[in-house]
């Protein structure tokens, strides 16, 4: 990726985080319509494990920050909850949590990918975020083979933001 390309990722980076540090100021009470009369319509929703509506305004699959709350059964929000960072991903247990899980915690993923040989592929979901709110991470969560469990994950660089070192302008 070129300077040019990284700059312009970065400022694009930078104007999404400003939008969400507006949605982070959302007060616990204020009513769900007010929210998205201001931040627009979520890019995820699904029913917690509580019962309650959980949504997810992501800036996937290029920005690094989902903002999720719940809806009460007022209509009003609870917490505002930036999602994509390492406390929340270590919430995630072996064979505990399924695809649904994941989404409804931390939204839609930025990539999804097979890896393997073809009688045990398993998908892979990469979510960017910022790890320690410093470096330009993925985090990857791996399936059990054609099935629904997560079996692992770790998170790794972006490679969105790696120097190509292969580029003419190197050598």
């Known amino acids: ?32 319509v007010e929210i998205i009369a201001q931040h627009g319509k979520p890019s995820y929703e699904c029913t917690a ?48 949590w399924t695809r649904e899980d994941v989404l409804c915690e931390f939204g839609p993923p930025a990539d999804e990918e097979q890896v393997g040989i073809p009688e045990a592929r398993r998908d892979v979901w990469s979510y960017r975020y910022r790890q320690s709110d410093v470096w330009y991470s993925m985090m990857y969560v791996y399936f059990e083979p054609n099935g629904n469990r997560v079996i692992r994950f770790h998170s790794g660089p972006d490679p969105m933001f790696l120097e190509d070192w292969s580029a003419p302008d190197r050598h």
Request: aromatic content about 6%; glycine content about 10%.
């Open 1 to 32: 990726m070129s300077i040019k390309n990284l700059a312009a990722m970065g400022m694009l980076a930078t104007l999404l985080a400003g939008c969400g540090t507006q949605i982070m100021k959302a007060q616990p009470g204020t009513p769900v």
């Open 49 to 96: 494990k509580n019962g309650r509506k959980r949504l997810i305004w992501s800036q996937q699959p290029f920005g690094q920050y989902a903002w999720a709350t719940e809806v009460t059964p007022e209509g009003t929000i609870t917490e505002m909850t930036q999602v994509l960072a390492d406390q929340h991903f270590n919430r995630m247990s072996r064979g505990i």
